[in-house]
């Protein structure tokens, strides 16, 4: 295969002929190929948006007869990451004798059903609600895509004469209808009415498009694609402006950062009345564009138009009316500005639920709302965890860029409520979420570590988001902070440079948790050295660091997450990684003996202090932890090793050999004690475990 490099200014053509040749003839492998480019722009489909197919021929295993198969994105997958195990595979000719048992709209969510008994592959996911639309069409390769410019052309008053200016005879169009069999009744009408038409406009939605090839419909796909978005910049050039023009100005953008920090705990705290929430901000240049115009006040209230948007987003946004020079430092004042916009979009989303509701609809879900605008500053989005707030943020942007392009084709124009309602609260959709793994005991959790950039803060950061915590990794060390981060998956972790000896650092990096994932729930302090001398040759030096490195970071830490906590008012977790050393005195330790005493009584007035928050403040005393410990790197383990009468190898033998289990201590094992504080032992505060392995004399009681 040699095709020539095609330019495109709308997006991107990402086709190389040596993968697709790679894959030889395997349609599927292909057809695999061509979803994952698509799902690579989000200008094309957003993530978990679209759907795409193949048709191929098989051997039917029971009459050994050849059998057309349809391939298909299966219920609840992403064009981006598409794999095999990701998709439907269903004899074409069942799925079309459908049309013999379908009795009508009434009929739609009995034939989801149906398709199970048309499944080829006993491996597939779950057909999806859009496999009659791809079945009922007789092309190869077919995409059905959610592009910006589709839908805005889609969206925009007068859709069907717009479609016809643009492509004249070669596209063909459909008005909105939800998703299901009838739909796909109507595009085969539709290509029925208009043969030889190279694709669809789904009024409202979003686009039909094929090929006979693999590459034929990508390459259709984007040039249909190409066409609408080169129409709508030339609208937009001759209106001479976007969205009404500019309203206000933006702040700086390091301004719009210190306020989405200092605003984001108190949002959260609000989007979490009913479940806690994790929040992703942006500040993009389109979201400023759409926030700070003339029209957002217009707009806004009109809600989205695509069912993948609204179903992520819901179907509006909270525009707050706090000004953009708000002076935010007096929280429980901009607390009392935020709860009437919050309590009033409640009200109106129960209105909502209360007015389209049918006898069979599920039960109201959560009325918080899940896009929140500040006007100058940004936008804000909460939901169950990172991923999915980040995606419902970028499914916003879409809209906005289906709102500027239909705003200037003739006018935006979105779903009726009733009809969003019906898209919302399908019962189809209420089983799709049903069918969601089980949240793990962590999920919407933000856990912040000091020392994580390896030994046992990155234990204990790995055994956190193991269990489903969001990670904020902190050390004093970038480098290893990188490293330490490339290790979790996207959506996991954050990391940010903190001197725990300066308040001004650990602020900083506060900043940042609370703006990649709007606060903290759990702080972990496990910075720290030791330094092991006998008395006559501890410096001050020695002295000062140790203090202030473990007791005053750990005294300011605490200052300023229980500031943040009580902003959230979601209550909280503090744990100190202290030692066997604050408990049991011995020789050549009494810098490091006298700090480590210092965090754990400060652990105890803390849980005094923050109980009434719900604010729980712990310790975990590990001791004897060798391997994979920074602690024990140099001077600290020549200073056991001779304090002790050994040789430093001699040192994990002697303190397995010492404790009651003979036990080696390592990091995973301290991060569990964390673990069982945060997870576990909810009802437990002002507490101390040893993870020692047993130690006689460290007993507390």
């Given at each position: 295969?040699?095709?020539?490099?095609?330019?495109?200014?709308?997006?991107?053509?990402?086709?190389?002929?040596?993968?697709?040749?790679?894959?030889?003839?395997?349609?599927?492998?292909?057809?695999?190929?061509?979803?994952?480019?698509?799902?690579?722009?989000?200008?094309?489909?957003?993530?978990?948006?679209?759907?795409?197919?193949?048709?191929?021929?098989?051997?039917?295993?029971?009459?050994?007869?050849?059998?057309?198969?349809?391939?298909?994105k299966?219920?609840?997958?992403?064009?981006?990451?598409?794999?095999?195990?990701?998709?439907?595979?269903l004899?074409?000719?069942?799925?079309?004798?459908?049309?013999?048992?379908?009795?009508?709209?009434?009929?739609?969510?009995?034939?989801?059903?149906?398709?199970?008994?048309?499944?080829?592959?006993?491996?597939?996911?779950?057909?999806?609600?859009?496999?009659?639309?791809?079945?009922?069409?007789?092309?190869?390769?077919?995409?059905?895509l959610?592009?910006?410019?589709?839908?805005?052309?889609?969206?925009?008053?007068?859709?069907?004469?717009?479609?016809?200016?643009?492509?004249?005879?070669?596209?063909?169009?459909?008005?909105?209808?939800?998703?299901?069999?009838?739909?796909?009744?109507?595009?085969?009408?539709?290509?029925?009415?208009?043969?030889?038409?190279?694709?669809?406009?789904?009024?409202?939605?979003?686009?039909?498009?094929?090929?006979?090839?693999?590459?034929?419909?990508?390459?259709?796909?984007?040039?249909?694609?190409?066409?609408?978005?080169?129409?709508i910049?030339?609208?937009i050039?001759?209106?001479?402006?976007?969205?009404?023009?500019?309203?206000?100005?933006?702040?700086?953008?390091?301004?719009?950062l210190?306020?989405?920090?200092?605003?984001?705990?108190?949002?959260?705290?609000?989007?979490?009345?009913?479940?806690?929430?994790?929040?992703?901000?942006?500040?993009?240049?389109?979201?400023?564009?759409?926030?700070?115009?003339?029209?957002?006040?217009?707009?806004?209230?009109?809600?989205?138009?695509?069912?993948?948007?609204?179903?992520?987003?819901k179907?509006?946004?909270?525009?707050?009316?706090?000004?953009?020079?708000?002076?935010?430092?007096?929280?429980?004042?901009?607390l009392?500005?935020?709860?009437?916009?919050?309590?009033?979009?409640?009200?109106?989303?129960?209105?909502?639920?209360?007015?389209c509701?049918?006898?069979?609809?599920?039960?109201?879900?959560d009325?918080?709302?899940?896009?929140?605008?500040?006007?100058?500053?940004?936008?804000?989005?909460?939901?169950?965890?990172?991923?999915?707030?980040?995606?419902?943020?970028?499914?916003?942007i879409?809209?906005?860029?289906?709102?500027?392009?239909?705003?200037?084709?003739?006018?935006?124009?979105?779903?009726?409520?009733?009809?969003?309602?019906?898209?919302?609260?399908?019962?189809?959709?209420?089983?799709?979420?049903?069918?969601?793994?089980?949240?793990?005991?962590?999920?919407?959790?933000?856990?912040?570590?000091?020392?994580?950039?390896?030994?046992?803060?990155?234990?204990?950061?790995?055994?956190l988001?193991?269990?489903?915590?969001?990670?904020?990794?902190?050390?004093?060390?970038?480098?290893?902070?990188?490293?330490?981060?490339?290790?979790?998956?996207?959506?996991?972790?954050?990391?940010?440079?903190?001197?725990?000896t300066?308040?001004?650092?650990?602020?900083?990096?506060?900043?940042?948790?609370?703006?990649?994932?709007?606060?903290?729930?759990?702080?972990?302090?496990?910075?720290?050295?030791?330094?092991s001398?006998?008395?006559?040759?501890?410096?001050?030096?020695?002295?000062?660091?140790?203090?202030?490195?473990?007791?005053?970071?750990?005294?300011?830490?605490?200052?300023?997450?229980?500031?943040?906590?009580?902003?959230?008012?979601?209550?909280?977790?503090?744990?100190?990684?202290?030692?066997?050393?604050?408990?049991v005195?011995?020789?050549?330790?009494?810098?490091?003996?006298?700090?480590?005493?210092?965090?754990?009584?400060?652990?105890?007035?803390?849980?005094?202090e923050?109980?009434?928050?719900?604010?729980?403040?712990?310790?975990?005393?590990?001791?004897?932890?060798?391997?994979?410990?920074?602690?024990?790197?140099?001077?600290?383990?020549?200073?056991?090793?001779?304090?002790?009468?050994?040789?430093?190898?001699?040192?994990?033998?002697?303190?397995a050999?010492?404790?009651?289990?003979?036990?080696?201590?390592?990091?995973?094992?301290?991060?569990?004690?964390?673990?069982?504080?945060?997870?576990?032992l909810?009802?437990?505060?002002?507490?101390?475990i040893?993870?020692?392995?047993?130690?006689?004399?460290?007993?507390?009681?």
């Amino acid at each position: 295969m040699n095709n020539p490099v095609k330019k495109f200014n709308y997006v991107d053509y990402l086709w190389d002929d040596k993968i697709a040749d790679s894959l030889g003839d395997d349609q599927v492998a292909l057809f695999l190929y061509r979803s994952n480019i698509l799902g690579a722009d989000l200008r094309i489909t957003n993530y978990g948006g679209g759907n795409t197919s193949c048709k191929t021929i098989e051997k039917d295993p029971l009459t050994n007869e050849e059998v057309e198969v349809m391939w298909i994105k299966g219920s609840g997958g992403d064009i981006g990451t598409l794999t095999k195990s990701g998709i439907a595979g269903l004899y074409t000719e069942r799925l079309r004798n459908l049309k013999n048992v379908y009795g009508g709209l009434k009929d739609e969510d009995r034939m989801v059903g149906l398709f199970d008994h048309c499944i080829y592959d006993l491996d597939s996911k779950a057909p999806s609600i859009d496999t009659p639309l791809h079945g009922l069409l007789p092309f190869k390769h077919i995409d059905h895509l959610h592009p910006d410019a589709l839908i805005a052309v889609a969206a925009a008053k007068d859709s069907e004469k717009v479609t016809k200016e643009i492509w004249g005879d070669t596209m063909g169009w459909v008005p909105w209808q939800r998703p299901g069999f009838d739909l796909g009744l109507q595009l085969e009408k539709c290509l029925a009415d208009n043969p030889g038409i190279r694709g669809i406009v789904l009024g409202s939605h979003g686009l039909f498009t094929w090929g006979d090839t693999s590459y034929e419909s990508y390459m259709n796909s984007l040039e249909v694609i190409e066409m609408a978005s080169a129409y709508i910049e030339k609208k937009i050039k001759e209106n001479g402006s976007v969205f009404g023009g500019q309203k206000i100005q933006s702040l700086p953008a390091a301004d719009r950062l210190d306020k989405a920090a200092q605003i984001m705990p108190l949002l959260r705290g609000l989007c979490s009345s009913e479940s806690t929430m994790i929040g992703h901000f942006s500040d993009t240049d389109v979201v400023m564009e759409y926030i700070n115009s003339n029209d957002l006040e217009r707009l806004a209230p009109m809600g989205t138009s695509c069912p993948d948007h609204f179903l992520r987003t819901k179907i509006q946004p909270l525009v707050l009316t706090l000004d953009k020079n708000e002076d935010l430092s007096d929280s429980d004042a901009i607390l009392n500005k935020l709860k009437p916009a919050f309590e009033a979009y409640r009200q109106e989303y129960a209105t909502y639920y209360t007015t389209c509701k049918k006898a069979n609809s599920p039960a109201m879900r959560d009325a918080n709302p899940v896009i929140i605008i500040y006007p100058g500053v940004g936008m804000f989005s909460f939901a169950k965890n990172k991923q999915t707030t980040r995606v419902a943020n970028e499914f916003y942007i879409n809209a906005i860029n289906v709102m500027r392009g239909a705003e200037a084709i003739t006018a935006y124009t979105s779903l009726p409520r009733q009809e969003a309602f019906d898209i919302e609260y399908w019962l189809l959709e209420e089983a799709k979420l049903s069918r969601m793994p089980k949240e793990q005991p962590l999920s919407r959790k933000v856990a912040f570590v000091t020392g994580a950039g390896g030994g046992i803060g990155k234990a204990i950061a790995d055994k956190l988001a193991a269990e489903g915590a969001n990670v904020v990794l902190t050390d004093i060390n970038e480098e290893s902070l990188i490293e330490a981060h490339a290790t979790y998956k996207r959506d996991v972790s954050t990391y940010a440079i903190c001197d725990v000896t300066s308040t001004s650092s650990i602020e900083s990096a506060y900043k940042k948790a609370c703006v990649e994932f709007g606060g903290v729930d759990i702080v972990v302090h496990s910075a720290g050295l030791a330094i092991s001398k006998p008395l006559e040759e501890t410096t001050d030096k020695d002295w000062n660091i140790l203090q202030n490195i473990l007791v005053k970071g750990q005294f300011d830490l605490a200052k300023q997450s229980a500031a943040i906590m009580r902003q959230q008012g979601l209550g909280g977790n503090f744990i100190s990684i202290a030692s066997k050393n604050g408990l049991v005195a011995g020789p050549n330790n009494v810098a490091y003996g006298t700090a480590k005493a210092a965090q754990q009584h400060m652990v105890r007035l803390l849980a005094a202090e923050l109980a009434k928050d719900k604010i729980r403040v712990n310790t975990v005393n590990p001791d004897g932890v060798i391997v994979g410990s920074k602690i024990w790197e140099g001077a600290w383990a020549e200073g056991r090793a001779k304090a002790n009468g050994i040789t430093v190898e001699e040192l994990p033998a002697f303190y397995a050999k010492r404790n009651l289990l003979n036990e080696i201590i390592t990091p995973d094992d301290i991060a569990n004690g964390v673990f069982s504080f945060v997870a576990i032992l909810d009802k437990s505060t002002g507490n101390i475990i040893n993870v020692d392995g047993g130690m006689a004399n460290a007993f507390v009681r």
